[in-house]
């Protein structure tokens, strides 16, 4: 389109330019076509505007320079100049077209009124006459001014639109890598809470069978069913990271899941099972409605007990562990977990990281709640509240 606008400008200068009004008509000089050559040259050069705006603007400036003939091609490759740079190049370039702009106008307001555009606007040729008016040349300078402008505002508009295209998409790029990394943090939150009590409890079990010679029986039994356990909790975990589901969820339409994530029902099977392996725990569990509560809270507060009691057996064995959790729908689920600091620490808990304390924290603060661990008077405590209704849903599977 452009390159059609400017060999279309170029042949009405030329027809303009050669034009005698004594004879009617074309009468061009060497100088004149010459100038159609040159300008029907810059035209075809647009096709290389956005590869090298800089070299064919410059190169489209010529013609009306040094002819006799227009200045569009100049004033399209400016376009492709001011959408690329925005520094003293750009300013340089626009003045050349703005002076190559303003010879052409200026040349254009001496034609005939008959082929003149700029008499034509100051009343030449008017009543049947061809009588040519002197345009001011104030009014030359404003036209060419606001032809050199148009293409420079367009072009820094493109350029704006093409900065904030890109600015969106590394935008994008970073929320997707926070995404993912949000996703393989949570990931790596349920592989620990999930089957680090299980592996807990199958080392406590492994211990009772070495030490006792009586028992044994019941002992591999107990094994033998964490063991199991712990490769269902596994199950789940791969279903995570091969469907980007949440442990539990899944279609609507599909068939109810294989291995639901817990509730708050499943939590005096969690204290039986704690007791089994060996952690002694007193335990009063008391929410209302249970039934009620959103899943993302019930599988919090399972979480959180959870590794609770796992702690406790990594670095408090043998020692009793006070858990309390009271729920309403009007004040929440608050968890209060409590034992005695040990006298010493097993060696296997010299090299923990606390990811249990962090992912515990990481948990409530997704739905808006909130943990406190850490040492009270001569017992270690961990005390948590969730809101019934979350503020958020994600992150807290």
Not at 184 to 202: K, P, Q, T, Y
Not at 281 to 298: E, G, H, L, M, Q
Not at 359 to 374: D, F, I, K, P, Y
Request: hydrophobic share 50%; with cysteine; proline share 6%.
């Amino acid at each position: 389109m452009a390159i059609c606008a400017g060999v279309f400008s170029s042949l009405m200068v030329f027809v303009a330019a050669g034009y005698v009004p004594a004879t009617q008509s074309v009468e061009p000089s060497a100088r004149e076509v010459l100038g159609l050559l040159a300008a029907l040259a810059a035209a075809g050069a647009l096709v290389w505007r956005h590869r090298h705006p800089e070299i064919v603007a410059l190169a489209a400036v010529a013609p009306p320079l040094v002819f006799v003939t227009d200045s569009l091609a100049a004033l399209v490759a400016l376009a492709a100049v001011a959408a690329r740079r925005r520094d003293h190049v750009l300013w340089a370039i626009a003045a050349v077209v703005f002076l190559a702009t303003l010879i052409a106008v200026e040349r254009d307001a001496r034609r005939d009124p008959e082929y003149s555009p700029m008499q034509w606007v100051f009343g030449g040729g008017m009543a049947d006459s061809a009588t040519t008016v002197r345009v001011p040349f104030v009014a030359v300078l404003v036209v060419a001014a606001t032809m050199t402008a148009i293409p420079v505002v367009v072009g820094l508009y493109r350029q704006a639109r093409a900065e904030i295209a890109a600015r969106d998409g590394e935008q994008r790029a970073l929320l997707a890598d926070k995404t993912r990394h949000e996703e393989r943090a949570r990931i790596a939150r349920e592989m620990h809470d999930v089957l680090g009590h299980r592996l807990s409890l199958l080392s406590l079990q492994a211990g009772a069978l070495e030490a006792e010679n009586h028992g044994r029986r019941d002992a591999a039994q107990a094994i033998r069913q964490t063991a199991r356990q712990s490769l269902d909790d596994l199950r789940q975990v791969v279903g995570v990271l091969r469907d980007g589901r949440a442990l539990g969820e899944g279609p609507t339409d599909a068939p109810p899941a294989p291995y639901a994530s817990p509730s708050l029902a499943d939590l005096p099977e969690l204290v039986d099972a704690s007791r089994r392996s060996g952690i002694p725990v007193n335990a009063t569990i008391f929410v209302d409605d249970a039934a009620s509560a959103p899943k993302v809270v019930a599988t919090a507060t399972y979480r959180i007990v959870q590794e609770s009691l796992t702690n406790v057996a990594r670095h408090a064995p043998g020692v009793t562990a006070q858990v309390v959790v009271r729920g309403h729908r009007d004040a929440g689920v608050s968890i209060d977990v409590t034992n005695p600091l040990p006298t010493h620490l097993p060696e296997e808990s010299v090299a923990r990281t606390g990811s249990g304390l962090i992912g515990m924290a990481e948990r409530a603060n997704a739905l808006g709640g909130t943990v406190t661990t850490g040492p009270d008077g001569d017992s270690f405590t961990v005390t948590a509240w969730l809101p019934w209704t979350p503020d958020t849903d994600d992150g807290a599977e």
